[in-house]
């Protein structure tokens, strides 16, 4: 049993047993809606292959979309491929997630065998308009037709979907309610690599936020520091120039109009009371990279300018590589600038393989933080790599998470 008090796989038998697995196999798609990176589904095989070795009848439950945009609602056929792929084993899928067809294939399962449902964001009721606009608590998301119609069919669930941890769906919290549950390897994987950073790390421990996500930085940075999880907070991208801002320091026309386009001035007053807080903590540019037809640096003091800020400096990227160098634990989240675009990305490539290569406990996350160490070919290097975005943001913030609630064990 985990210590957040959730079952594992190791609490649970499963021999013989029908066991719904909620995974997160939502993949990055192309124009054409192809799969372009399948990393979610492979990290999701263990649990699949552990379940089928042990003889359950595995009943997979999943989505494919941004919760947001209905038209990326698309099927989980080209998913199976992939499962079938990654597994070396047969997996069967049906057009159908709850009705009388799913339900007879479910009945019809044979121990060791996988059988995909198709994507559950198809009901309402997993989408998360439904879950902000209706509010159903967990105990009326129990009567909802996806539970009501597989509940009675299953013996165990298992949840592998860490990042969902801070969505409030049927498939995620009101499963736990009714059968006995556990986490799966996945998910295991992720809560403890996350409380290493979250409750024991090693020090020194530092964060470095950047981005766009001004939320996401904002949302755990006071907890970190508070709490004293985290000794120093690193800051670039759009999160270095709203401290900067809280600083004092005039950007410019083009990048103070960036960040009133994208309403992130909204954190000024909250950055301006976290720097007064933990002045000392907090590290901020001391140059930056401007768009002048090609790279250009200044230093912060040489502020405003009329191009617009596209990456940290060489003194920052300097500064910020020596302190990696002397941390024994490392979170990192966002790019330090435009790293798409080559004369803009110094900052991102300089960061991301001073943490690959440093001696501390590293752990990255969120979908650009990743696509960068991708594309740097750092990923092998880095200590874990999460699948969560949203999710780990709220976890590693303190707050209370739907899914990690409603796993922990009941007396």
């Known amino acids: 049993m985990l210590s957040e008090g959730i079952p594992t796989l190791d609490d ?82 049906v057009e159908d997630v709850a009705g009388p067809f799913a339900q007879e294939k479910i009945k019809k399962l044979r121990a060791g065998e996988i059988l995909l449902l198709e994507n559950i964001r198809l009901y309402t009721e997993e989408t998360i308009i439904f879950e902000q606009e209706v509010k159903l608590t967990p105990e009326e998301q129990c009567k909802t037709y996806l ?75 006071d907890r970190v520091l508070k709490d004293g999880s985290a000794d120093k907070v690193l800051t670039f991208g759009l999160v270095g120039q709203i401290i900067l801002k809280a ?19 909204a954190y000024l007053e909250r950055a301006e009371q976290i720097v007064k807080d933990y002045e000392k903590r907090i590290l901020y540019p001391q140059d930056v990279a401007l768009d002048r037809g090609g790279r250009r640096e200044v230093s912060i003091l040489d502020l405003p300018e009329e191009s617009l800020i596209t990456d940290i400096g060489k003194k920052t990227i300097n500064d910020y590589c020596r302190e990696i160098k002397g941390a024994k634990t490392i979170f990192l989240n966002g790019p330090a600038g435009m790293y798409e675009r080559k004369d803009f990305s110094l900052g991102t490539e300089k960061i991301w393989k001073a943490v690959a290569n440093s001696q501390a406990f590293s752990v990255i996350g969120g979908g650009d933080t990743i696509a960068a160490a991708s594309k740097f070919g750092v990923e092998a290097k880095i200590s874990y790599i999460c699948t969560a975005g949203g999710g780990l943001i709220r976890f590693l913030a303190g707050e209370s998470l739907p899914v990690i609630e409603a796993l922990k064990k009941k007396e």
């Open 12 to 93: 649970i038998d499963v021999k013989g047993k029908t066991v719904l697995v909620r995974c997160d196999i939502n993949c990055p798609v192309d124009q054409d809606k192809r799969i372009k990176d399948a990393t979610r589904i492979r990290r999701s095989i263990l649990t699949l292959k552990e379940l089928s070795e042990k003889r359950a009848k595995v009943v997979i439950l999943a989505h494919q979309g941004d919760p947001l945009d209905y038209q990326n609602f698309t099927s989980l056929r080209e998913h199976r491929d992939y499962l079938e792929k990654f597994l070396n084993k047969k997996v069967e899928f």
């Open 147 to 221: 539970i009501k119609k597989l509940s009675p069919l299953a013996d165990l669930y298992v949840c592998d979907a860490f990042a969902c941890i801070h969505r409030s769906e049927p498939s995620l919290v009101a499963f736990p309610r009714i059968l006995p549950s556990a986490a799966g390897r996945l998910f295991e994987e992720e809560l403890i690599s996350l409380l290493k950073v979250k409750t024991s790390p090693k020090k020194p421990c530092i964060y470095l936020l950047g981005g766009a996500k001004i939320l996401d930085a904002f949302r755990m940075m």
């Open 247 to 265: 600083k004092g320091y005039r950007l410019g026309e083009l990048s103070e109009k960036l960040l009133k386009d994208k309403d992130l001035l």
